[in-house]
């Protein structure tokens, strides 16, 4: 069974720049698509960007689109997304989630996907 572990969460200042990691093992990665979710203090889980099995796909929710890249390394077993200009309102726990099936499209809802890190915090906050 696949375990997923985010890392990189961390204070930083408005305008700042973060880097998350989420390592898989113990499964199958490389024919996911993956993607990563955050949930803000009170308020429901919410989708940030997903990117396919290849890496050569990728879907952004609108309130980071043009801030965050997500990307991939399958040899690592590994996804990626950085964080620039990184405002208060990004300030939540992060997850990476893995789909259900493989080779599943970017723009699927979080009730397709079934494996879950522990989430890893992020502040921004001067």
């Known amino acids: 069974q696949v375990q997923l572990v985010e890392s990189g969460g961390e204070l930083v200042q408005p305008g700042g720049s973060l880097r998350l990691s989420c390592a898989a093992s113990?499964?199958?990665?490389?024919?996911?698509?993956m993607a990563w979710f955050r949930q803000a203090p009170g308020k429901e889980r919410a989708f940030v960007a997903a990117i396919n099995w290849s890496g050569r796909e990728a879907y952004y929710g609108s309130s980071v689109e043009g801030r965050f890249t997500i990307s991939r390394d399958n040899a690592k077993s590994t996804m990626y997304l950085q964080m620039n200009s990184l405002e208060p309102m990004d300030t939540a726990v992060y997850y990476c989630?893995?789909?259900?099936?493989?080779?599943?499209?970017?723009?699927?809802?979080?009730?397709?996907?079934?494996?879950w890190g522990q989430g890893t915090q992020v502040t921004v906050s001067s």
């Open positions: 113990g499964g199958t990665f490389s024919t996911y698509t």
């Open positions: 989630a893995r789909q259900t099936r493989p080779f599943g499209g970017t723009r699927l809802g979080p009730n397709q996907y079934d494996t």
